[in-house]
């Protein structure tokens, strides 16, 4: 036996999730290990023919107050976290008759899965667990002696490892109780961010995730990235099944998100949306009665760019538009299912991953945004403004038409997605042009009507949003030059008068929202 080789002779089992339990305990038994549990996992334990002794027996305590009290015992934790190496531990745990525990296994009581379905504030409360996190920390902060299973995942390599070596080595032990201190953060982490829910700015933030994948490079092939799953629950690239082609890279995953995201601006029931993303950017955007219709839409904005890029839908996928996407080469098909012609028509196309989501976010629902900067992060929450359509001010002479006005809105919906300084050009529900993440507003107007100009059939009447205000007249003319007709922009510029009187004498019809849409 090596140095830091450990038997297992004495296993403490008390888990909430009961997958995995009654094969881990049979193993355990095989080899003689005795088996300690509380009241439910002992249950079942003793039914499958199991020998098993009763925490309420070790601590010579009843469970008691709802069960909240049980394992909160010296005779439990004494056994747990006492150093086999030091003689006084040895000694006080003899005098007061504390056998040495040398395998814990704890899951905990399933407080994210009560808060993600909408559980009442006292039910979610109930599922706040003291005695599980307790045990785990204390065998992960005595690993020298002690393995920790917090995860039903790692019962078989436990007794693949006891059946090799005859006990755990510290290697092992190690790895558990890494894994151990992390679910421990992760738990805490999240009952930490449902207590504070409703504040603005609490004074800690915690921040967890699970590991869904370890990705091949980031954004470049030098940089090490990794994907994880972590917050609230909201459909999209972190929940969504891959049916088909390679693994996702860093940057898939990141345009994929931005993609679905736009794509929830249209719900369903408003009709088919499809949404084509290039670097974060949404390269074209088209809706219609047709998933089909609304692709072509959004392919003729700008097809150049979407060769290589990701498709999300907001309704199934069919096979006729599975057709008209695999004749172009695309990364990633996002869409919240796909009929089995849609997967049949895909599947030919081996590289092309599909994600199914399950459904689409809601794209007004309150959630939180966090980015990294030198020493901390920034927090915010989601953009989920959405217009109030009573409280937009008509500022030019001319009124759009209600035409324009659908188109006008549409727009504006795009140019939320659209890295700032974001000008997006629009006409019968579909982009016709985008200019983004340029360092001045008249270069985003430039690039967007270039775009619009290459167009196979370029718009007879496009209209034009904007992420901000227009800070001179000068975007805006270059817009009514390339021909469009109206335009919606949040207003607030010192030069709203010049921009105003621009728009008038161009014969442009135009609206403030009062609202400003960046997105750096």
């Known amino acids: 036996m ?79 976290l006492g150093k086999r190496s030091d003689p006084e531990h040895l000694a006080q745990m003899e005098e007061h008759g504390i056998l040495p525990v040398d395998l814990v296994v704890v899951n905990l009581y399933p407080f994210e899965a009560t808060v993600e379905r909408g559980a009442s504030f006292e039910e979610t409360v109930e599922q706040i667990d003291v005695g599980g996190p307790a045990m785990i920390r204390a065998a992960a902060k005595n690993h020298a002696d002690v393995a920790v299973l917090t995860d039903p995942a790692d019962y078989i390599g436990l007794l693949d490892e006891v059946a090799q070596h005859g006990g755990t080595t510290g290697a092992v032990r190690r790895q558990l109780a890494r894994k151990a201190f992390a679910r421990t953060a992760e738990y805490d982490a999240a009952i930490a961010a449902w207590m504070v829910r409703d504040e603005a700015a609490p004074p800690f933030r915690a921040v967890t995730g699970r590991l869904v994948q370890t990705l091949r490079y980031g954004e470049n092939p030098h940089q090490k990235a990794a994907f994880y799953k972590g917050g609230e629950a909201r459909p999209g690239v972190a929940t969504a099944r891959q049916l088909q082609g390679k693994e996702l890279s860093y940057n898939n995953i990141a345009d994929t998100d931005a993609a679905y995201e736009l794509a929830a601006e249209f719900p369903a029931d408003e009709g088919a949306a499809c949404v084509i993303v290039k670097h974060a950017n949404p390269c074209g955007v088209g809706t219609g009665a047709s998933l089909t219709e609304a692709y072509a839409k959004a392919l003729a904005c700008d097809p150049t760019s979407a060769f290589g890029g990701i498709v999300a839908l907001n309704r199934p996928l069919d096979a006729e538009a599975a057709e008209a996407i695999a004749k172009v080469f695309t990364e990633v098909v996002i869409a919240p299912e796909a009929d089995e012609g849609a997967q049949a028509v895909l599947a030919r196309k081996g590289n092309l991953r599909l994600l199914l989501a399950g459904g689409l976010p809601e794209a007004a629902a309150s959630g939180l945004l966090w980015k990294q900067v030198a020493g901390g992060f920034l927090v915010q929450d989601r953009d989920a403004g959405v217009l109030d359509l009573s409280r937009l001010r008509v500022v030019t002479r001319r009124a759009p038409t209600e035409d324009e006005m659908r188109d006008l809105l549409f727009a504006w919906r795009v140019a939320k997605h659209v890295k700032s300084n974001a000008i997006v050009l629009a006409q019968d529900g579909a982009t016709v042009g985008v200019g983004a993440g340029q360092m001045s507003r008249v270069d985003s107007v430039r690039i967007a009507t270039r775009k619009m100009s290459e167009m196979a059939a370029p718009p007879s009447a496009p209209v034009l949003a904007s992420d901000a205000f227009f800070p001179f007249a000068d975007g805006l003319l270059v817009a009514a030059q390339a021909g469009v007709k109206a335009a919606i922009q949040p207003g607030g510029s010192m030069r709203d008068a010049e921009v105003i009187a621009a728009a008038d004498e161009a014969g442009l019809a135009m609206v403030f929202t009062d609202m400003r849409h960046f997105r750096h």
């Not at 830091?4 to 080899?31: C, E, M, N, Y």
């Not at 334990?45 to 069960?67: C, H, N, W, Y």
């Open 2 to 80: 090596t140095d830091d080789l450990r038997p297992i002779r004495r296993a403490l089992l008390s888990v909430s999730d009961k997958a995995g339990l009654l094969q881990l305990a049979q193993g355990l038994a095989a080899r003689g290990v005795a088996l300690v549990s509380t009241g439910n996992s002992a249950g079942m334990l003793r039914d499958a023919g199991l020998e098993v002794t009763e925490v309420a027996q070790v601590t010579g305590s009843p469970e008691m107050l709802g069960g909240r009290v049980k394992t909160l015992h010296p005779r439990i934790h004494g056994g747990i």
